[in-house]
Each structure stands twice: as structure tokens, then as C-alpha cells.
């Protein structure tokens, strides 16, 4: 596995300075390092996607709401009754 690229992302950072913005970014921050094109095609996506905007917004209620808060488990249930989720019983496989 020696020579495989490391990809890392915001939940590699330590830095946490997406709210203050106060301090410098590691080298692999999307904040600073995504190209336009990319940010320009992800902005579309939330702008015109009403699922997406839905998700988008159901999760930063959650995150904004209970940051520190919840457990993960918490928060993905809290997040399920935002985007109005139901308890729905599979079938046994």
C-alpha cells in the first residue's frame, strides 16, 4: 500500500477553522483549496435540487441545534425526523 495517495477531508482537520476563519488551513482544506469549477457544479447542485436543499438544511439544523450536544446515533435520529423519515420495517433478506 506504500505509494497510494493519501485523499484527506474536513474530518482529518484539527484546525476547525471553518467558523472563525481566525486561523490558517491545513493544505488539504476544500475552504481554500477547491477549484471554481467543482464549487461552481456543487452550488448548482444545492441551488437547483430541492432534495439536496432539503438534506443540506436538515443537517445544519442538527449541526447548529445540538453541535456537542448528541451522540452520532442522537443526531442521525434527529436529523430522520427534520427530513420527516419514518420507521419502516424491511423484509427478511
Known amino acids: 500500500m506504500s505509494g497510494d495517495k493519501v485523499i484527506r477531508s474536513c474530518i482529518d482537520c484539527g484546525v476547525v477553522n471553518c467558523d472563525s476563519m481566525d486561523k490558517h488551513y491545513p493544505d488539504f482544506c476544500l475552504t481554500t ?9 456543487a452550488l448548482q447542485l444545492y441551488k ?24 452520532r446515533i442522537e443526531e442521525t435520529i434527529e436529523f430522520s425526523k427534520k427530513m420527516g423519515s419514518r420507521k419502516s420495517v424491511l423484509p427478511h433478506v
Open 33 to 41: 483549496k477547491l477549484d471554481a469549477e467543482t464549487q461552481w457544479e
Open 48 to 71: 437547483y435540487d430541492e432534495e439536496n436543499q432539503k438534506i443540506a438544511a436538515a443537517a445544519a439544523e442538527v449541526e447548529a441545534e445540538n453541535y456537542c450536544r448528541l451522540t
